[in-house]
T-cell receptor, first 116, second 118 residues
Framework: DSGVTQTPKHLITATGQRVTLRCSPRSGDLSVYWYQQSLDQGLQFLIQYYNGEERAKGNILERFSAQQFPDLHSELNLSSLELGDSALYFC???????????????FGPGTRLTVL | AQSVAQPEDQVNVAEGNPLTVKCTYSVSGNPYLFWYVQYPNRGLQFLLKYITGDNLVKGSYGFEAEFNKSQTSFHLKKPSALVSDSALYFCAVRAPPGTTDSWGKLQFGAGTQVVVTP
């Protein structure tokens, strides 16, 4: 158990809908990262938050957004869902911002999103 | 831009035999390199990392990895594979602090499926 929790485990929804994925980082970790794992794109970095602020963006669609709350949990919001958004969404956390030598990312179990 | 390549989609090995999973990378400066493992219906589990120092890094579950700067490789190894090692293995690279991509994001390879047969 990495200490990172994600809810829900599975989500099935229809095209055009909006969903929210939730992540709670390990105790003491300030950085939260979101990744998408799909068959065609592999594992891709979406976005990073540190202590409530957005710090880096990857290949995240405009229909997707995220935030990190004062208690450090994070939510990934996916809207106007398309079939191609079906994927496994991972959250990871690490202690700091700058990715120093001691900064290892630990991953949650993921949320499997199926868009029908 | 940084990138990672895992040239083998699948590696098959008999239980008790040595296991090697290959990884090569491309990154500016001195890379931070990682191996993660994904079991079915589970998240990614951290195995080991190379930051600096000894080229041979030891990690969890008896795994180790060898960093080779001249060949830009970071191959994962285990002297004696177990059936329970069957899983999907990912190599990842992160640019060190002070470089363009220094915010800590991981760049993953495509993954290598390891199948260990009894």
């Amino acid at each position: 158990d990495s200490g990172v929790t994600q809810t829900p485990k599975h989500l099935i929804t229809a095209t055009g809908q909006r969903v929210t994925l939730r992540c709670s980082p390990r105790s003491g970790d300030l950085s939260v990262y979101w990744y998408q794992q799909s068959l065609d794109q592999g594992l891709q970095f979406l976005i990073q938050y540190y202590n409530g602020e957005e710090r880096a963006k990857g290949n995240i669609l405009e229909r997707f957004s995220a935030q990190q709350f004062p208690d450090l949990h994070s939510e990934l919001n996916l809207s106007s869902l398309e079939l191609g958004d079906s994927a496994l969404y991972f959250c990871a956390s690490s202690p700091s911002l700058a990715g120093g030598p001691q900064d290892t990312q630990y991953f949650g179990p993921g949320t499997r999103l199926t868009v029908l | 831009a940084q990138s990672v390549a895992q040239p083998e989609d699948q590696v098959n090995v008999a239980e008790g035999n040595p296991l090697t999973v290959k990884c090569t990378y491309s990154v500016s400066g001195n890379p931070y390199l990682f191996w993660y493992v994904q079991y079915p219906n589970r998240g990614l589990q951290f195995l080991l990392k190379y930051i600096t120092g000894d080229n041979l890094v030891k990690g969890s579950y008896g795994f180790e990895a060898e960093f080779n700067k001249s060949q830009t490789s970071f191959h994962l190894k285990k002297p004696s594979a177990l059936v329970s090692d069957s899983a999907l293995y990912f190599c990842a690279v992160r640019a060190p602090p002070g470089t363009t991509d220094s915010w800590g994001k991981l760049q993953f390879g495509a993954g290598t499926q390891v199948v260990v047969t009894p």
